[in-house]
């Protein structure tokens, strides 16, 4: 009773909170009622049982991609009267979009419903005691090595592809240097002037 | 006590009930810890620059928390004008809420945890990446320009020491080789000869400092306390607040140094075990030791507050992405090669080799190590078919 209760709950806000992201006035509210969406769909995980998941979705979505929306929907001086304003021109093109993705779903919908398409057997059985962390890093490290570290890879291309992107010398900066200034003893810096004449500046 | 509700109230029920009470067994003790610490933590810092500090309210001053609390709820709540009014309000209420969750997984004492689930530590990690969210909300909701600096700022810092923190933990979980904290705590019985506790560890000390020091930046405490920095920003993101709204951002911001604290002393100095390995001092219960390790660890943060400057916003920037991260990444590659080299790389959990019993399965998941079967023969033993 309390997993269905749970479930209804978890998938109602995740259905609420999405339209409430596409209908909502301001972009920092769409951006906030996205991270709802977000945090019920790891809710959903969790009654799943996949509980690693569920975490990963928080952490990675709700922690990190999402305060990266938000601190460029914040910086963004968005005009929405002004996004609005091509609601009219879009719509033809928008309701189309609309019609094929619902088609696909009453098609996926079916399909299911006729028992889907057998696959064979599964790729990694696991047994349902051991902890989903285990499960997923025994299948990860090993049958799955090569490709999750080619997914590595991936990600680390794009992280430098990235950086090489945004970083840019600048000549008109001064950066700190923290070591030489560490380096830096009295001796080099302090000097004693013993025979200042009256009346004069200290020569620098 | 679980049991014993769900005897006399029936199981969902009962189950409730207990729930229900330990949640307030934790959290109610909690806000009065609060209150003692932001006391303790101003009588540190004013004996430290040879001030007396609050003495006038109770014995030693020590009611002051309280009196200021109840000045705080008499107040009026205002609301600025231009605010985003919903936002406004649940920004402290999101803020409190996420510094008292986190207290759901950490274990007082042996089987003293609220909630003793596996990803644990995870859990935390997803908690504490979700308390930027008030600071922003809060920031940006007030519509005025020194919360919403503060907030930039609050953002960017907890973002970028959330990644060095990431790789202190996973050293710790490849040690303790689980995500449960309670694992973790045992994982650490006398892990160096008769000493109790992952920081005694040489490799593991430098990590313990990093993670110190990233739970100052996390918990935007003094060095790193940019984002409510009064010399340039007022007060940070807390400008436009009053009344309890204030006081619901003081008491969360106080509720997660505590629960920086508790980690610290969960992760790297033992949790509720003794110091020493020793069976006298098994005597004291668990949650003694606990607790005064937090309050040493207390002790440091306000040592801290009271003795180092702040930093400027660049210096923090670098002290996360240019210092900590290639060091931590550094320790995570030596910790993981050590743990290579020493550890048994066979897994010996009861679950996992219960559940392999066929040849494929073995060849499948655990190609290189056939010998620790239980369930196999050991002349079954072939060329490992990896990937």
Redesign the interface.
């Known amino acids: 009773?309390?997993q269905a209760l749970a479930f209804y709950l978890f998938a109602t806000i995740v259905i609420a909170s999405g339209v409430m992201t596409i209908a909502s006035r301001?972009p920092?509210?769409s951006v906030?009622w996205l991270?709802l969406a977000f945090f019920n769909a790891a809710g959903l995980m969790l009654i799943l049982g996949a509980?690693?998941i569920a975490?990963?979705l928080?952490?990675v979505y709700?922690?990190?991609v999402a305060?990266?929306f938000?601190?460029v929907v914040?910086?963004l001086d968005v005009d929405f009267a002004q996004l609005r304003a091509g609601f009219a021109k879009y719509l033809p093109f928008g309701t189309l979009l609309a019609l094929v993705l619902l088609a696909e779903i009453v098609f996926a919908i079916a399909a299911w419903n006729a028992g889907g398409i057998a696959v064979g057997a599964r790729a990694?059985p696991?047994?349902p005691?051991?902890?989903n962390?285990?499960a997923l890093g025994?299948?990860l490290y090993?049958?799955?090595?090569?490709i999750f570290e080619a997914a590595g890879l991936v990600l680390l291309v794009a992280m430098i592809g990235a950086i090489v992107l945004t970083h840019r010398k600048r000549s008109d900066l001064r950066p700190?240097n923290?070591s030489l200034q560490n380096q830096r003893r009295p001796k080099d810096a302090v000097r004693v002037v013993t025979d200042q004449p009256v009346g004069e500046g200290v020569r620098l | 006590m679980t049991e014993w509700f769900q005897g006399t109230l029936g199981y969902?029920f009962g189950w409730f009930t207990a729930t229900l009470i330990l949640i307030l067994m934790i959290a109610l003790p909690l806000m009065l810890a609060v209150a003692m610490i932001i006391y303790a933590d101003r009588k540190i810092w004013a004996a430290m620059a040879l001030r007396r500090g609050p003495n006038v309210v109770g014995p030693f001053g020590l009611l002051q928390s309280f009196a200021d609390g109840l000045k705080v709820m008499l107040k009026e709540t205002i609301v600025p004008s231009a605010a985003?009014r919903g936002?406004f309000l649940i920004a402290p209420i999101l803020t409190f809420t996420l510094a008292l969750i986190g207290w759901a997984v950490i274990p007082f004492g042996p089987d003293m945890v609220l909630s003793d689930?596996?990803?644990g530590l995870?859990?935390i990690?997803?908690v504490s990446?979700?308390s930027?969210?008030g600071v922003?909300?809060a920031g940006?909701s007030s519509n005025s320009k020194y919360p919403?600096y503060s907030?930039?700022r609050a953002?960017?810092q907890m973002?970028s020491y959330?990644v060095s923190v990431g790789f202190v933990l996973i050293a710790v979980i490849l040690w303790a080789g689980t995500?449960n904290l309670s694992g973790i705590i045992e994982a650490q019985r006398s892990h160096v000869w008769i000493i109790n506790g992952f920081g005694f560890n040489p490799l593991l000390f430098p990590m313990s400092v990093i993670f110190f020091i990233s739970a100052l930046a996390e918990t935007a405490r003094a060095p790193f306390d940019l984002t409510e920095a009064e010399s340039e920003l007022v007060a940070g993101f807390q400008t436009e607040y009053s009344s309890m709204s204030f006081a619901l951002f003081w008491l969360g911001e106080y509720g997660n140094v505590l629960l920086m604290c508790g980690l610290n002393a969960t992760l790297f100095w033992g949790g509720w075990l003794p110091p020493i390995d020793w069976a006298p001092l098994y005597l004291v219960p668990g949650i003694f030791w606990f607790f005064a390790k937090i309050m040493l660890f207390f002790f440091f943060f306000s040592w801290v507050k009271a003795t180092v400057p702040r930093f400027r916003y660049?210096?923090l920037m670098?002290l996360g992405w240019k210092i900590f991260l290639p060091i931590s990444l550094l320790w995570v590659f030596l910790v993981s090669g050590y743990m290579m080299l020493t550890k048994e790389q066979c897994?010996t959990?009861r679950?996992?080799l219960?559940?392999i019993t066929t040849d494929e399965q073995a060849d499948?998941?655990?190609?290189s190590c056939r010998s620790g079967m239980p369930n196999l023969s050991n002349g079954q033993r072939r060329a490992g078919a990896?990937?």
């Open positions: 009773m309390i301001n920092v509210h906030l991270i509980e690693f975490m990963l928080v952490i709700v922690g990190a305060v990266l938000l601190f914040m910086m990694a696991v047994d005691n051991v902890p962390i285990q025994t299948v090993t049958r799955y090595l090569y700190q923290v | 969902g985003n936002l689930i596996n990803v995870l859990y990690l997803a990446s979700l930027v969210y922003v909300i940006w919403f907030a930039l953002a960017a973002v959330e995500f660049d210096q670098r897994p959990d679950g996992i219960a559940a499948r998941y655990l190609p990896a990937s």
